[in-house]
Structures are given as structure tokens and as C-alpha cells.
């Protein structure tokens, strides 16, 4: 009961984390995004320390983060990409991560690699959390989720616009591909803006490539 509880927060404190960076994202990484990023990090340390959760302890994965997708694998579904670029901001939680930049210096792609127990449709479900109105819990269940089975591994994802009204209260699109307790998560502030069914496919094309990483 306890290390359930543990894991929730600390999912909670990644998720909190994750939304942060998508703001920073849209105020085009400006003083705004910093700030914003600075109090969900500190959040989810008061977090830790009020209920005793620790940051995660396994370890952290070897590989380049920067290595997952290729270059070439970006720059299908973001034209004009720049070469990835590797951020140490999150292991102390237990992840690697590396993101992509467009022309106009916006992040549109980021990876991130970990340890972890669950499953993708937990890693989805618990990321939504740094996306919907925490004043309305019944909100996480208007998060459409979908399933892959064409990737080698099992994955997840969701892709969803701002909508008060339905309780989500920012853009977010989050991929999650895993291989027992390997996981890999690609997220894009970039692809909310899309379609929904081309910003799933683009997932899809980026998964299966990504999938390559756990086998």
C-alpha cells in the first residue's frame, strides 16, 4: 500500500514536471515557461518531502537518450528539426531525456527513457494528471486514449487540445512504449495542433521506430 502510494506521487511529480515543460514550450521557452517549470519542480519535491516518497533509485539507462529516434525519424514528422539535444533535469527522478528543436527554436519532440514499474496505459493515465482540472477528477476520464499493436511492444498515447470545458485545461500528447519495466516516452507540444488522427499517425510512425530501443 505504501509503495503504491509512493509510485503515485512520484508519477504525479513527473506529471506536473512534464505539463511545465509544454508551457514553457508555448511561451516559446521564455522567462514565463522557466518559472513555471521551477514551481512544479519545486511542488513536486514538497511533495516528497511531506509524504516521505523518494525519488525513484533504479538505475539510470545506459543509452544516449539523444539515440532513441534518429534524426531522419524527426525530421519526417517535423520538418526542419534540429539534432536532438540532451537534458540531465530529470535523473534524478530516474529518467534520460533529449529533445528537438524546429526552426523557429521551439521544442516540437521530446524522449524520455527510464525504469519503472506498470504499464503504458498506467504511464498515460498518470501523465494526464499534469493536463487536467485537479478540482474536477472525473476530467481524466474525458482523455481519449488509444492503443498500439503494431509496434513489438506495448504502447499507449493520448492527444488532446485545451478544453475548459471538458476539464483539460492545456494541449498535451504523450506516447508511451514499454517492454516490461523499460519505458519509453515521447511527448510534443507540437502535435495537439494537428488533426487528431495525423498526430496519432505521426505517433505511430515515431513509436515504431522508438520500439526498436527496447528490444
Given at each position: 500500500?505504501?509503495?503504491?502510494?509512493?509510485?503515485?506521487?512520484?508519477?504525479?511529480?513527473?506529471?506536473?514536471?512534464?505539463?511545465?515543460?509544454?508551457?514553457?514550450?508555448?511561451?516559446?521557452?521564455?522567462?514565463?515557461?522557466?518559472?513555471?517549470?521551477?514551481?512544479?519542480?519545486d511542488t513536486?519535491?514538497?511533495?516528497?518531502?511531506?509524504?516521505?516518497?523518494?525519488?525513484?533509485?533504479?538505475?539510470?539507462?545506459?543509452?544516449?537518450?539523444?539515440?532513441?529516434?534518429?534524426?531522419?525519424?524527426?525530421?519526417?514528422?517535423?520538418?526542419?528539426?534540429?539534432?536532438?539535444?540532451?537534458?540531465?533535469?530529470?535523473?534524478?527522478?530516474?529518467?534520460?531525456?533529449?529533445?528537438?528543436?524546429?526552426?523557429?527554436?521551439?521544442?516540437?519532440?521530446?524522449?524520455?527513457?527510464?525504469?519503472?514499474?506498470?504499464?503504458?496505459?498506467?504511464d498515460v493515465?498518470?501523465?494526464?494528471?499534469?493536463?487536467?482540472?485537479?478540482?474536477?477528477?472525473?476530467?481524466?476520464?474525458?482523455?481519449?486514449?488509444?492503443?498500439?499493436?503494431?509496434?513489438?511492444?506495448e504502447a499507449?498515447?493520448?492527444?488532446?487540445?485545451?478544453?475548459?470545458?471538458?476539464?483539460?485545461?492545456?494541449?498535451?500528447?504523450?506516447?508511451?512504449?514499454?517492454?516490461?519495466?523499460?519505458?519509453?516516452?515521447?511527448?510534443?507540444?507540437?502535435?495537439?495542433?494537428?488533426?487528431?488522427?495525423?498526430?496519432?499517425?505521426?505517433?505511430?510512425?515515431?513509436?515504431?521506430?522508438?520500439?526498436?530501443?527496447?528490444?
Amino acid at each position: 500500500m505504501i509503495v503504491a502510494r509512493r509510485n503515485r506521487l512520484l508519477l504525479f511529480a513527473a506529471a506536473a514536471l512534464f505539463a511545465a515543460c509544454h508551457v514553457g514550450q508555448a511561451a516559446a521557452q521564455g522567462t514565463k515557461g522557466d518559472a513555471t517549470l521551477k514551481s512544479a519542480t519545486d511542488t513536486a519535491k514538497k511533495i516528497q518531502e511531506a509524504t516521505g516518497a523518494k525519488a525513484p533509485t533504479s538505475k539510470l539507462p545506459a543509452g544516449d537518450p539523444c539515440t532513441v529516434l534518429s534524426l531522419s525519424d524527426v525530421q519526417k514528422v517535423f520538418p526542419g528539426a534540429k539534432g536532438g539535444e540532451r537534458s540531465r533535469r530529470l535523473e534524478e527522478y530516474g529518467s534520460t531525456e533529449c529533445a528537438w528543436k524546429g526552426a523557429d527554436g521551439r521544442v516540437v519532440l521530446a524522449v524520455q527513457e527510464s525504469y519503472s514499474s506498470g504499464t503504458a496505459k498506467d504511464d498515460v493515465q498518470g501523465m494526464a494528471m499534469g493536463f487536467t482540472d485537479p478540482l474536477k477528477p472525473k476530467s481524466r476520464n474525458n482523455v481519449r486514449y488509444e492503443s498500439f499493436a503494431n509496434m513489438g511492444s506495448e504502447a499507449a498515447a493520448f492527444v488532446e487540445q485545451a478544453d475548459p470545458n471538458r476539464g483539460i485545461l492545456s494541449d498535451g500528447a504523450l506516447l508511451s512504449i514499454r517492454r516490461g519495466e523499460h519505458a519509453v516516452w515521447l511527448m510534443s507540444s507540437e502535435l495537439p495542433r494537428r488533426e487528431r488522427p495525423a498526430a496519432l499517425k505521426a505517433f505511430e510512425d515515431l513509436g515504431k521506430a522508438a520500439a526498436k530501443r527496447l528490444q
